[in-house]
């Protein structure tokens, strides 16, 4: 792997994009969020210059550390982390996205919030796609209930579902859970209105980005390929 991050960074726009003419798909159609997890601001203000807008953090503190310290108004901030409903009012003024929405209650903890605050935020429902017991996102049957749910909100946008696929070091391996998440979002296209709009995929990381833009991600999170290696 590269040193610097400005190589790595362009190595992976390039991943995308090849993955996006074998796939016969538009590179613009992919939004990459770069995940920042552990890393330190210096490299998040290196990849900003590069013209990096999205970028992720899976825990609240990290993420509302960041956005405190990086005052960037033309960044949009994604959490992707296990979200639990009594960190959302740390977020809420400044969060741009939140992923991993898998209960009407956080649905109406971000709507409450972020009517307090008059401004919008987006949200992905997450769903539990991969077999491990550690589960993450909601029960493929709860879905239905969540999106009619999402549908009156005002200040609270569904865009889409996100996906976490199984840890492995085989990318195919986790295709028929990727295909399974798009399965999900056609099937509830019917749902679409009001606040609740599903065009957005979320799935796809370093090590299975080909894999996801493959069966129709339209956003990649993608961490150890851009900032190195973390230390756990
Ligand atoms: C850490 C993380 C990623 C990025 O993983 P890499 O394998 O480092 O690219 C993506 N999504 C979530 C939810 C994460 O926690």
Redesign the pocket.
């Known amino acids: 792997m590269p040193e610097d991050i400005q190589s790595r960074y362009r190595a992976i726009i390039n991943r995308i994009e090849t993955a996006c003419l074998d796939a016969g798909r538009d590179p613009s159609e992919i939004t990459l969020v770069a ?1 920042s ?1 552990t890393k330190p601001d210096s490299l998040v203000l290196e990849l900003i210059e590069t013209g990096q807008i999205h970028f992720g953090e ?1 825990r609240a503190k990290a993420l509302e550390d960041r956005m405190e310290s990086i005052k960037n108004e033309t960044v949009q901030w994604h959490f ?2 296990t979200l639990q409903s009594n960190k959302i009012k740390y977020m809420a003024h400044r969060v741009n996205w939140i992923q991993s929405v898998h209960k009407i209650k956080a649905l109406e903890e971000i709507e409450k919030r972020a009517s307090a605050e008059n401004r919008e935020i987006n949200v992905l429902i997450q769903v539990n796609i991969s077999d491990e017991d550690q589960k993450s996102g909601c029960d493929p049957e709860e879905l239905e209930a969540i999106l009619k749910a999402a549908q009156n909100l005002n200040h609270t946008k569904v865009k889409g579902l996100m996906g ?1 696929g199984t840890l492995t070091d085989d990318p195919e391996l986790v295709r028929p859970e990727f295909r399974k998440l798009r399965e999900y979002r056609d099937e509830y296209r019917h749902l679409e209105g009001g606040s609740v709009s599903l065009d957005h995929l979320s799935m796809g ?3 299975d980005l080909e894999v996801a833009i493959q069966e129709g991600a339209t956003m990649v ?5 851009i900032f190195g290696e973390r230390n756990y």
């Open positions: 995940v997890k899976n992707i982390g976490m990381m370093t090590n999170r993608v961490g150890t390929a």
